[in-house]
């Protein structure tokens, strides 16, 4: 069977992921804490959504890197309310940097050394244990949506008094919020 010269003529179709898509519009942001130092304390890092941000955050990925000489239990939290003062990571860019691209997020990420007390309200919604010298991930595709006010973050209970070191780290994209009648 032969076919004419203007019979066959493929389609071109390109599928991009979801998280390649947002990056082109300068909307992918990855960032990480300080090292975090317990001090035979708690600590915490989150991502949070600034109750004026206007956006929904859809948290993609977390990690969670241990730097201490002992394994620790990493909880992860939705909308707790952490304990102590929390500092702001200035370690955050959009992953597209092309001049005219690249945008400032407003999710913020926030952490604390060497806290006493746990997280309050909220919902601890699962737990991974980090060996020493690791770095685990946790790739959540966006299915973590947290709107303005709320938070994304992991607590470490340290255990007596072990000195913990880590680092967490997150990828998000943000949306902007449409009215329902839209």
Do not use: H
């Amino acid at each position: 069977m032969t076919f004419g010269k203007n019979y066959f003529k493929p389609t071109e179709v390109v599928s991009l992921s979801k998280i390649f898509y947002e990056a082109v519009q300068g909307k992918y942001y990855v960032g990480q804490t300080d090292i975090i130092c317990s001090n035979g304390l708690n600590i915490w890092g989150a991502l949070f959504n600034p109750s004026d941000s206007g956006v929904n955050i859809f948290v993609n990925v977390i990690t969670f890197s241990n730097l201490s000489d002992s394994p620790f239990l990493g909880q992860l939290w939705i909308n707790g309310d952490f304990p102590g003062k929390g500092i702001i990571s200035n370690k955050f860019t959009s992953t597209n940097t092309i001049p005219c691209s690249e945008t400032i997020p407003k999710g913020k990420i926030v952490y604390s050394n060497g806290v006493c007390g746990f997280p309050q309200g909220g919902v601890n919604i699962y737990d991974r244990i980090v060996p020493v010298d690791t770095t685990l991930v946790s790739e959540e595709d966006g299915k973590f949506l947290i709107p303005p006010g709320g938070n994304f973050g992991v607590f470490v209970k340290a255990k007596a008094r072990q000195d913990i070191k880590a680092i967490f780290a997150l990828g998000w994209w943000e949306e902007s919020i449409k009215d329902c009648k839209d």
